[in-house]
């Protein structure tokens, strides 16, 4: 498990952990942030947040094939597409990553992403473990966070309380949170959700004020 803080003249070098001079960049350019961790920890909730309190980061909108749950809006939540459209996307290099996550695919648009990036606009993606894991490769400069439930039972908890999927999917969605869980030591920070409030706070201060955090963690050491 990776525990770290840094003060603001602390470059990303260490926090990417490679020792690689080529990955030197500094905190404040770092403008790509994936926000990853278990299902159920509540991702959705702090994005929902951010997108509310901060309108200037950008958050990408994913494409599924899963279908929408109540209140989910094509093109806000995600653009919900078929197989057959998927398919086409992967074929055809438009996706920046993608993933199969519990019986569905997910993937992020890889044109809206680049352009936001070459604006300079801090961008995040809210993406499993499986995509963080591709960006690290293809965009090794990215920031990797991790949002970690305050315990496996608040997870599992949180998880069943959403009451928007039956047994086995919810089954399929812990199965996946164990692993997601066992990866946490390959992201750059850990923030643990006790408070939506503080998550975004601490994300915000990341990705658009690099160099006036202090502590970027909130998990005690
Ligand atoms: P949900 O079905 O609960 O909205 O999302 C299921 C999982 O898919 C979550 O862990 C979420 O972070 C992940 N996810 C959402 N969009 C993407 C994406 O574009 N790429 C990848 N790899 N995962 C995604």
């Known amino acids: 498990m990776t525990e770290r803080s840094w003060s603001g003249d602390v470059s990303a070098h260490e926090a990417l952990g490679s020792g ?9 350019e770092r403008r790509l942030t994936v926000l990853s961790g278990p299902s159920g ?39 919900f597409v078929d197989g057959e459209e ?20 997910y993937g992020t648009p890889r044109e809206a992403v680049l ?3 070459a604006d300079g606009v801090p961008t995040l993606l809210e993406i499993d473990l499986e995509g963080a894991r591709q960006v ?9 966070v991790f949002l970690a439930p305050p315990s496996w039972e608040e997870l599992e908890k949180r998880l069943r309380g959403r009451g928007t999927e039956p047994e086995d999917v919810i089954a399929r969605r812990l199965e996946a949170g164990r692993i997601e869980m066992a990866a946490e030591g390959e992201f750059d920070l850990t923030l643990v959700n006790t408070s939506v409030q503080d998550v975004c706070h601490r994300l915000i201060a990341l990705m658009t004020d690099p160099q006036g955090v202090t502590t970027t963690t909130n998990r005690e050491v």
Do not use: I
């Not at 920890?41 to 994005?47: E, L, Q």
């Not at 309108?55 to 279908?67: A, I, K």
């Not at 998927?86 to 695919?105: I, M, P, Q, S």
């Not at 293809?138 to 920031?143: C, F, K, Q, V």
């Open 136 to 144: 690290r490769r293809s965009m090794p400069e990215a920031l990797l």
């Open 41 to 79: 920890v509540g991702k959705s909730t702090v994005v929902a947040e951010l997108r509310r309190a901060h309108p200037e980061v950008w958050l990408s909108v994913s494409v599924t094939t899963r279908r929408p749950r109540p209140g989910e809006v094509n093109g806000v939540h995600y653009f």
């Open 86 to 105: 998927f398919d086409r996307l992967v074929e055809a290099g438009e996706l920046l990553e993608w993933a199969e996550f519990a019986g569905n695919r």
């Open 20 to 28: 690689a001079e080529d990955d030197f960049l500094p905190l404040s």
């Open 115 to 117: 352009k936001k990036l």
